[in-house]
């Protein structure tokens, strides 16, 4: 399985952030899996943002439900981020990850490569 996300590295305070991830090797319907994001601000740990199911469910993170979205494609096998009123918090390296879930947690056993995002005016 291979993750690959894209999207405008440079944005300005107020604009809306949109990712997507393209999935290969992998249905993003195929059970049970999950998809989703998270992310890694400059000298900060990581952070989950939320995921999507293999129904279509979507589960986000509190601190960011209110101006977070994600969807999914699934005749392009692709899933999407957006962010809406970005600030200068919003940036960082931004993953998108597969998941399962096992006895123990969920497990992020597929990363994309990353994809540096920068909010500034």
Same mark, same amino acid.
């Given at each position: 399985?291979?993750?690959?996300?894209?999207?405008?590295?440079?944005?300005? =305070?107020?604009?809306?952030?949109?990712?997507?991830?393209?999935?290969?090797?992998?249905?993003?319907?195929?059970?049970?899996?999950?998809? %989703?994001?998270?992310?890694? =601000?400059? +000298?900060? %740990?990581? +952070?989950? @943002?939320?995921?999507?199911?293999?129904?279509?469910?979507?589960?986000?993170?509190?601190?960011?439900? /209110?101006?977070?979205?994600? /969807?999914?494609?699934?005749?392009?096998?692709?899933?999407?981020?957006?962010?809406? /009123? #970005?600030? =200068? +918090?919003?940036?960082?390296?931004?993953?998108? #990850?597969?998941?399962?879930? #096992?006895?123990?947690?969920? @497990?992020?056993?597929?990363? %994309?490569?990353?994809?540096?995002?920068? #909010?500034? /005016?």
């Amino acid at each position: 399985v291979q993750l690959q996300e894209w999207g405008p590295g440079l944005l300005k =305070p107020s604009q809306t952030l949109s990712l997507t991830c393209a999935v290969y090797g992998g249905s993003i319907t195929t059970s049970y899996y999950y998809w %989703g994001w998270i992310r890694q =601000p400059p +000298e900060k %740990g990581l +952070e989950w @943002m939320g995921v999507i199911g293999y129904e279509g469910n979507t589960y986000y993170s509190p601190s960011l439900k /209110s101006r977070t979205s994600i /969807s999914r494609d699934t005749s392009k096998n692709q899933f999407s981020l957006q962010v809406n /009123s #970005v600030t =200068p +918090e919003d940036t960082g390296v931004y993953y998108c #990850v597969r998941a399962v879930v #096992v006895t123990t947690g969920p @497990m992020y056993d597929y990363w %994309g490569q990353g994809t540096q995002v920068t #909010v500034s /005016s």
